[in-house]
Protein backbone atom coordinates (compact mmCIF):
# COMPACT_ATOMS: atom_id res chain seq x y z
CA UNK A 1 0.00 0.00 0.00
CA UNK A 2 1.11 2.97 -0.88
CA UNK A 3 2.17 6.41 1.80
CA UNK A 4 0.47 9.87 0.60
CA UNK A 5 2.07 11.87 3.28
CA UNK A 6 -0.53 15.17 4.45
CA UNK A 7 0.98 17.60 2.13
CA UNK A 8 0.96 15.66 -1.10
CA UNK A 9 -3.08 15.11 0.20
CA UNK A 10 -3.84 18.48 0.30
CA UNK A 11 -2.24 19.55 -2.26
CA UNK A 12 -3.97 17.48 -4.52
CA UNK A 13 -7.29 18.03 -2.65
CA UNK A 14 -6.80 21.70 -3.19
CA UNK A 15 -5.87 21.41 -6.94
CA UNK A 16 -9.59 19.16 -7.28
CA UNK A 17 -11.13 21.68 -5.31
CA UNK A 18 -9.77 24.30 -7.80
CA UNK A 19 -10.57 21.95 -10.67
CA UNK A 20 -14.30 21.67 -9.41
CA UNK A 21 -14.58 25.55 -9.08
CA UNK A 22 -13.56 26.69 -12.32
CA UNK A 23 -16.14 24.14 -14.01
CA UNK A 24 -19.12 25.66 -12.51
CA UNK A 25 -21.42 27.97 -14.63
CA UNK A 26 -21.87 31.53 -12.95
CA UNK A 27 -24.73 33.38 -13.62
CA UNK A 28 -22.53 35.78 -16.06
CA UNK A 29 -21.22 32.89 -18.00
CA UNK A 30 -24.62 31.64 -18.22
CA UNK A 31 -26.27 34.71 -19.27
CA UNK A 32 -23.63 35.30 -21.64
CA UNK A 33 -23.64 31.41 -23.62
CA UNK A 34 -27.41 31.94 -23.90
CA UNK A 35 -26.93 35.54 -25.71
CA UNK A 36 -24.06 34.11 -27.75
CA UNK A 37 -26.69 30.98 -28.60
CA UNK A 38 -29.20 33.32 -30.06
CA UNK A 39 -26.93 35.75 -31.78
CA UNK A 40 -25.79 32.86 -33.72
CA UNK A 41 -28.59 30.59 -33.96
CA UNK A 42 -29.54 28.99 -37.49
CA UNK A 43 -32.02 31.48 -38.91
CA UNK A 44 -33.87 28.66 -40.85
CA UNK A 45 -33.67 27.06 -37.88
CA UNK A 46 -34.04 29.13 -34.72
CA UNK A 47 -34.30 27.85 -30.95
CA UNK A 48 -37.83 26.13 -30.31
CA UNK A 49 -39.24 28.39 -27.46
CA UNK A 50 -39.95 25.12 -25.39
CA UNK A 51 -35.60 24.55 -25.53
CA UNK A 52 -36.12 28.63 -25.08
CA UNK A 53 -38.56 28.44 -21.77
CA UNK A 54 -36.23 25.32 -20.87
CA UNK A 55 -32.91 27.56 -20.41
CA UNK A 56 -34.32 30.73 -18.84
CA UNK A 57 -35.47 28.23 -16.03
CA UNK A 58 -32.29 27.05 -15.51
CA UNK A 59 -31.36 30.57 -15.48
CA UNK A 60 -34.10 31.46 -13.29
CA UNK A 61 -33.28 28.36 -10.90
CA UNK A 62 -29.40 29.74 -10.82
CA UNK A 63 -30.62 32.98 -9.89
CA UNK A 64 -32.17 32.09 -6.88
CA UNK A 65 -29.75 29.67 -5.73
CA UNK A 66 -27.37 32.05 -5.77
CA UNK A 67 -29.88 34.66 -3.71
CA UNK A 68 -30.40 32.22 -1.31
CA UNK A 69 -26.68 31.16 -0.67
CA UNK A 70 -26.38 35.12 -0.18
CA UNK A 71 -28.97 35.06 2.21
CA UNK A 72 -27.74 32.40 3.91
CA UNK A 73 -24.21 34.04 4.61
CA UNK A 74 -26.24 37.18 5.84
CA UNK A 75 -28.25 34.88 8.56
CA UNK A 76 -25.32 33.05 9.22
CA UNK A 77 -23.22 36.42 9.81
CA UNK A 78 -26.25 38.01 11.57
CA UNK A 79 -26.15 34.77 13.76
CA UNK A 80 -22.60 35.48 14.90
CA UNK A 81 -23.17 39.06 15.58
CA UNK A 82 -26.20 37.80 18.17
CA UNK A 83 -24.62 35.21 19.85
CA UNK A 84 -21.59 37.47 20.41
CA UNK A 85 -23.60 40.26 21.79
CA UNK A 86 -25.69 37.26 23.92
CA UNK A 87 -22.22 36.27 25.34
CA UNK A 88 -21.36 39.26 26.20
CA UNK A 89 -24.00 38.86 29.06
CA UNK A 90 -21.98 36.09 30.74
CA UNK A 91 -19.00 38.55 31.75
CA UNK A 92 -18.70 38.19 35.33
CA UNK A 93 -20.70 35.10 35.91
CA UNK A 94 -19.18 31.31 37.04
CA UNK A 95 -20.00 29.33 34.46
CA UNK A 96 -19.25 25.27 34.00
CA UNK A 97 -17.87 23.80 30.86
CA UNK A 98 -16.98 20.34 29.05
CA UNK A 99 -13.42 20.87 29.20
CA UNK A 100 -9.96 19.75 31.26
CA UNK A 101 -8.09 22.42 31.94
CA UNK A 102 -7.61 23.50 35.50
CA UNK A 103 -5.23 26.61 37.02
CA UNK A 104 -2.62 26.94 39.95
CA UNK A 105 -2.27 29.88 41.47
CA UNK A 106 -0.81 30.55 45.51
CA UNK A 107 -5.04 30.30 46.08
CA UNK A 108 -4.40 26.50 45.63
CA UNK A 109 -6.17 24.66 42.23
CA UNK A 110 -9.28 25.25 40.51
CA UNK A 111 -11.68 22.47 40.09
CA UNK A 112 -12.73 19.72 37.93
CA UNK A 113 -16.05 17.84 38.08
CA UNK A 114 -16.19 14.74 36.00
CA UNK A 115 -18.48 11.97 35.89
CA UNK A 116 -17.74 8.11 34.69
CA UNK A 117 -20.54 6.39 32.34
CA UNK A 118 -20.65 4.03 34.45
CA UNK A 119 -19.83 2.53 38.00
CA UNK A 120 -16.15 2.34 38.25
CA UNK A 121 -13.69 0.23 40.63
CA UNK A 122 -11.15 2.24 40.17
CA UNK A 123 -10.45 6.12 38.90
CA UNK A 124 -7.21 7.70 38.84
CA UNK A 125 -6.63 11.12 37.73
CA UNK A 126 -3.51 12.19 35.85
CA UNK A 127 -2.22 15.83 36.06
CA UNK A 128 -0.22 17.06 32.69
CA UNK A 129 1.51 19.83 32.29
CA UNK A 130 1.39 22.47 29.23
CA UNK A 131 4.03 19.97 27.85
CA UNK A 132 2.05 16.98 27.59
CA UNK A 133 3.36 15.22 30.58
CA UNK A 134 2.56 13.70 33.43
CA UNK A 135 3.55 15.41 36.65
CA UNK A 136 0.80 13.85 39.26
CA UNK A 137 -1.15 10.83 39.56
CA UNK A 138 -4.14 11.03 42.66
CA UNK A 139 -6.12 7.61 42.72
CA UNK A 140 -9.66 7.81 43.29
CA UNK A 141 -10.54 4.45 44.50
CA UNK A 142 -14.24 3.06 43.54
CA UNK A 143 -16.74 6.30 42.08
CA UNK A 144 -20.65 5.79 41.12
CA UNK A 145 -21.65 6.91 37.53
CA UNK A 146 -22.46 10.30 38.94
CA UNK A 147 -20.97 13.86 39.14
CA UNK A 148 -17.58 14.17 41.22
CA UNK A 149 -16.09 17.07 42.19
CA UNK A 150 -12.13 16.45 42.24
CA UNK A 151 -9.45 18.92 43.20
CA UNK A 152 -5.28 19.09 43.24
CA UNK A 153 -3.72 19.44 45.61
CA UNK A 154 -0.81 20.78 44.08
CA UNK A 155 1.52 18.58 45.15
CA UNK A 156 3.95 16.70 41.97
CA UNK A 157 4.62 13.10 42.25
CA UNK A 158 8.09 13.84 43.46
CA UNK A 159 6.32 15.95 46.67
CA UNK A 160 7.65 18.96 45.21
CA UNK A 161 4.73 21.78 44.57
CA UNK A 162 3.89 22.38 41.25
CA UNK A 163 4.39 26.12 39.65
CA UNK A 164 1.46 28.32 39.20
CA UNK A 165 -0.34 27.60 35.90
CA UNK A 166 -2.71 25.98 33.51
CA UNK A 167 -2.69 22.26 33.94
CA UNK A 168 -4.73 19.51 32.81
CA UNK A 169 -6.54 16.16 34.05
CA UNK A 170 -7.03 13.30 32.28
CA UNK A 171 -9.16 10.71 33.81
CA UNK A 172 -8.79 6.78 33.79
CA UNK A 173 -11.35 4.50 34.72
CA UNK A 174 -12.20 0.59 35.24
CA UNK A 175 -15.08 -1.28 35.45
CA UNK A 176 -15.40 -4.45 37.94
CA UNK A 177 -13.77 -6.49 34.66
CA UNK A 178 -11.44 -4.37 34.28
CA UNK A 179 -12.83 -2.84 31.01
CA UNK A 180 -12.14 0.65 30.33
CA UNK A 181 -14.71 3.44 31.29
CA UNK A 182 -15.36 6.85 29.76
CA UNK A 183 -14.86 9.92 31.58
CA UNK A 184 -17.09 13.03 30.98
CA UNK A 185 -15.11 16.29 32.47
CA UNK A 186 -16.48 20.24 33.14
CA UNK A 187 -14.33 22.63 34.34
CA UNK A 188 -15.33 26.20 36.00
CA UNK A 189 -14.22 29.72 36.02
CA UNK A 190 -15.15 33.57 35.80
CA UNK A 191 -15.53 34.89 32.60
CA UNK A 192 -13.39 38.18 32.00
CA UNK A 193 -14.10 38.34 28.42
CA UNK A 194 -14.99 36.60 24.66
CA UNK A 195 -13.24 36.31 21.92
CA UNK A 196 -15.24 35.00 18.37
CA UNK A 197 -13.27 33.23 15.42
CA UNK A 198 -14.31 31.20 12.72
CA UNK A 199 -18.18 31.35 13.77
CA UNK A 200 -17.08 30.02 17.29
CA UNK A 201 -17.65 31.85 20.34
CA UNK A 202 -14.92 31.21 23.33
CA UNK A 203 -15.08 32.65 27.24
CA UNK A 204 -11.99 33.83 28.46
CA UNK A 205 -12.34 33.08 31.96
CA UNK A 206 -10.43 35.09 34.17
CA UNK A 207 -7.44 32.96 35.31
CA UNK A 208 -6.50 32.59 31.41
CA UNK A 209 -8.34 29.91 30.57
CA UNK A 210 -10.38 29.21 27.44
CA UNK A 211 -13.95 27.66 27.14
CA UNK A 212 -16.31 27.44 24.49
CA UNK A 213 -19.97 28.71 24.65
CA UNK A 214 -21.38 26.07 23.03
CA UNK A 215 -20.77 23.93 26.02
CA UNK A 216 -21.36 25.91 28.62
CA UNK A 217 -23.70 23.35 30.80
CA UNK A 218 -24.26 25.98 33.83
CA UNK A 219 -24.06 29.92 34.88
CA UNK A 220 -23.71 30.95 38.52
CA UNK A 221 -23.73 34.56 39.76
CA UNK A 222 -20.33 35.25 41.68
CA UNK A 223 -20.30 34.67 45.03
CA UNK A 224 -19.67 37.63 46.90
CA UNK A 225 -18.89 37.44 50.60
CA UNK A 226 -20.96 39.46 53.01
CA UNK A 227 -19.17 41.46 55.94
CA UNK A 228 -20.48 40.26 59.54
CA UNK A 229 -18.06 42.07 61.67
CA UNK A 230 -19.76 43.53 64.59
CA UNK A 231 -19.29 47.49 64.33
CA UNK A 232 -21.09 47.87 67.80
CA UNK A 233 -19.04 49.03 70.87
Same mark, same amino acid.
Given at each position: MSYVDAVSYNNASYVASTDTASSELGQEEFLTLLVTQLQNQDP &????EDTEMIGELAQFSSLEELSSLNET???? #? =? #? &? =?? &? #??? @??? @? /???? *??? !??? /? @?? =??TSDGCTDVYFTPAEACDSVTAHIYNEDGDIVASVEL?? #? @?? *?EHTFTWDGIKTNGSEADDGTYY?????? *? !??GEGVSVSSEVAGTVSGITSSSGTTVLELSDGRMVELLYVSRITAPTTSTDTTDTTQ
Open positions: &LNPVMEGV #T =S #T &L =SV &L #TVN @SAV @S /YIGQ *DVV !AAG /Y @SI =SKGT #T @SA *DVGFEAY *D !AD
